[in-house]
C-alpha cells in the first residue's frame, strides 16, 4: 500500500509515543492503549517508541532492543493494527533531532526550567536543603536544590518538551492523547508552532491535546502503577497471580463495619474499568458498609483476566522478525511524512538555497 | 576525485567553522583563515558555515543566504582551496542535530550552565539586580541575573558547547583550531568523546585544542574588533579607507613626548602582524617616546593593503554559482565522513538492531 493512499479517508492526525522501558502494565493497556486502538480508526495514526526519550534518564541501553521489540508485541497483541497506523521507532527517523534542534533556538531557558516534569525531577532529585555556590556562598531553599540537582539532570531531560514537540509537530498532529500532567508540554508545542509560524511564516500545525477520559489505575498500595514498585498487575499474569496481588491491596476501611469512600480507594479503580456492570452496586456497598473488601477484590481477577484473553492468545504468536517488519515499513512511512515537513520549515526559514 | 583518494596522504585530522553573520574582518582573516590555509596542507581539513550556531542568537534568516555565499567566497578567494579542505554547511548534515541530541544525554545542566561562554552571555543580558522568583520573594546578585537572562537566553544557547562537540567528534578531528577562550569548550568535548567511550565502548576520537599563534588585533577602539562596533578594518577596503580607519585608532601615549607600552596599544598589534620587519623598531621608539603615533600609524595602511592584493584580485572573479558547487561537494562529502561516524555510534549502543 503506498503512502497516499494509506489513511487517506481519514481526517485529523494523532501521534503518541511509549518509552521502552520494560514490561507493560495494565495501566498502559488501559490508560494509553485502548485509546490508541480506537484512534486508529477515526485518525491518521503514528505511534512511535520514544527510546530517544527514554536516554534522557538511562543511558545503559543493553535491553532497549528487547524492551522495544517486547513492548511493541504488546501493542500489536492488543489490537494496535499497522494496517492502520504507523508504527515506528524514533531514533530511525533522525528528523526528531533536526526539528528539535530547531526548536530549541525558539524558546528560552526560563521556559522549559518552568515545565511541571523538570521541577518534579529536580525535587526528586534534591536530598540536601544547602549547599555553596562558585563563591563559597551559601544557598538555601529552592536556589540550593536547584543546584545539587543539575549536577544529576543530562541537559536532554531539560530539552525534552521539545525534543516531544518536534515528535508532534513533524507528523502535523492535530491532536496528541495525553494524561493531564502532560498538559503543559502541549502548550509548549503549540507555542513552539505559533512561534515558528509567526517568525518564518505559517508552516506549522498547531495541535490540540486530546485528554483521555480513560480511569486512572493506581498501583495494588495506593501509589503510582509501576513495576519498580512491585504494585503493577499486567495482561501477561494468570488469573491466580492476578488473585494474589489483588488480595495484598490495601483498600481504605479500617475496619469491615466501617463506611468506605469507593473513590479513596485502588480497588475501586479496578471495579470502574474492569466490572462496571457491578460497579454501582459495589460503590453502594462499600458507602454503607455492605460489602466485604475481601469479596470485592474477589470479582476481580476472573475479569481482569477475561480482559486479557484475546491478547494473551495473540502475544505468544507474534515473532521478533514480524515485529521487525512492521517497524521497517513504519520507519519509511513516518520518515516520508518527517522528511517532507522538515522541506516545509527548511523553505520556511529560507536555508534551503542549497538544494 | 572520491572520498577514499581525498585526503588520503595526510594524517591528523582538523575541524573549524565560522557563523555567517556577515562581511569578515582582518580579525577574522588574520585569526583564523590564514591558519586554515596553513592547516589544509598537512591535515584532512573540514570548514564549515555554522549556520545553526547563528540561529541561537539571531532567529532572522534573511540575510542568511548572503552572508553564507559572501563568507565561503572571502575564504576561496583568501586560500582555502575546495581541492584540498571539505567546505560545507552544517545545516545541510544533519547528522550534527543526531549526534547532539546523543550528546546531551550524557552531560549534566550544570556543566552547560557553568561554561564560561554561557556565563558571559547571562552576564551581558542581566540589567537589573533584583528580581522576584515564582513565590515573590525578592532574589538578589548571582541568582537573580540568571533567572532575569534566562528569560532572554534560547535553550539552544545553552545546548552550544554540545552542538559543537558534536561538530568535532563527527569527523574524528583530531586537532581544533582555537582561540584561548574556546578552550573550555574544546574540554568539554573531550569530557564528552571519553564519557561515551566509558558507556559504550571505545568509539569516538578524543581531539586536542590547537591554540592559535595568531597575534590578537583588537578594534580600533581598543575593544573586541567586531562590525557592530564599527572598529573593524576590512580587507576589501582601498587604502584610503583603511588609512582613515588608521588614523582613527585611540593610542595610549596621553602627549607624544610620555614613552609608550606597545603591547597596551591596538596600533601595535596591527604592526606585529602586517610590519613583521619594522616591529622591533617600532616597539623600541614607542618605549623611548623616539617615534611619533601619527607616523607609527602611517607605516601601516600600505601594509595592510598589500597583504589583501591577492584576495582583492581573486575575490570579484568567485561567482555564486562555483561556491555553490563547492558547497554541493563539501556537503556530500561531509555528509559520507558523518553518516559513518553516526553509524558507528549507534552501533556501539546497541541501536542498530533495525538496520
Not at 87 to 116: C, D, K, T, W
Not at 316 to 322: S, T
Request: hydrophobic content about 35%.
Amino acid at each position: 500500500m503506498n503512502e497516499a493512499d494509506f489513511d487517506s479517508k481519514k481526517e485529523g492526525v494523532v501521534l503518541s509515543g511509549m518509552r521502552p522501558t520494560g514490561e507493560l502494565h495494565i495501566g498502559h493497556f488501559e490508560g494509553v492503549l485502548r485509546n490508541w486502538v480506537e484512534l486508529q480508526n477515526t485518525h491518521r495514526s503514528f505511534y512511535f517508541v520514544a527510546d530517544w526519550h527514554a536516554l534522557t534518564t538511562e543511558l545503559d541501553t543493553t535491553h532497549l532492543q528487547r524492551h522495544t521489540l517486547d513492548m511493541v508485541k504488546d501493542w500489536l497483541a492488543f489490537g494496535v493494527d499497522p494496517e492502520k497506523s504507523t508504527i515506528f521507532v524514533q531514533s530511525y527517523v533522525p528528523q526528531h533531532a533536526e526539528l528539535g534542534l530547531i526548536l530549541e533556538r525558539l524558546i528560552n531557558i526560563g521556559a522549559l526550567e518552568r515545565m511541571p516534569s523538570f521541577k518534579d525531577q529536580l525535587n526528586h532529585l534534591s536530598t540536601q536543603s544547602t549547599t555553596r555556590d562558585e563563591n563559597g556562598q551559601i544557598l538555601t531553599g529552592e536556589d540550593a536544590f536547584r543546584r545539587l540537582a543539575k549536577e544529576k539532570v543530562s541537559a536532554g531531560f531539560l530539552n525534552y518538551p521539545v525534543l516531544q514537540s518536534a515528535d508532534i509537530l513533524l507528523y502535523g498532529a492535530t491532536h496528541v492523547p495525553v494524561g493531564e500532567d502532560q498538559l503543559p508540554h502541549i502548550e509548549l508545542t503549540r507555542e513552539l508552532a505559533r512561534i515558528f509560524n509567526r517568525q518564518y511564516g505559517e508552516t506549522l500545525v498547531v495541535p490540540e491535546a486530546l485528554v483521555g477520559e480513560a480511569k486512572r489505575i493506581r498501583g495494588t498500595d495506593g501509589r503510582k502503577m509501576s513495576k519498580s514498585y512491585k504494585n503493577d498487575i499486567n495482561p501477561g499474569m494468570d488469573p491466580a497471580q492476578i488473585t494474589s496481588r489483588v488480595k495484598s491491596m490495601v483498600t481504605v476501611r479500617s475496619t469491615l463495619e466501617k463506611k468506605g469512600e469507593p473513590f479513596d480507594c485502588a480497588v475501586y479503580d479496578l471495579q470502574r474499568v474492569f466490572n462496571q456492570e457491578g460497579e454501582l452496586r459495589i460503590a453502594q456497598g462499600c458507602r454503607n458498609a455492605s460489602i466485604r473488601c475481601y469479596d470485592c477484590k474477589m470479582e476481580l481477577p476472573d475479569k481482569i483476566s477475561a480482559a486479557y484473553d484475546d491478547y494473551r492468545e495473540k502475544r505468544p504468536k507474534i515473532g521478533d522478525d514480524f515485529v521487525k517488519d512492521v517497524l521497517h515499513e513504519g520507519n519509511k512511512r513516518a520518515t516520508t511524512v518527517a522528511q517532507r515537513t522538515i522541506e516545509r520549515v527548511i523553505e520556511a526559514m529560507k536555508m534551503d538555497y542549497l538544494r
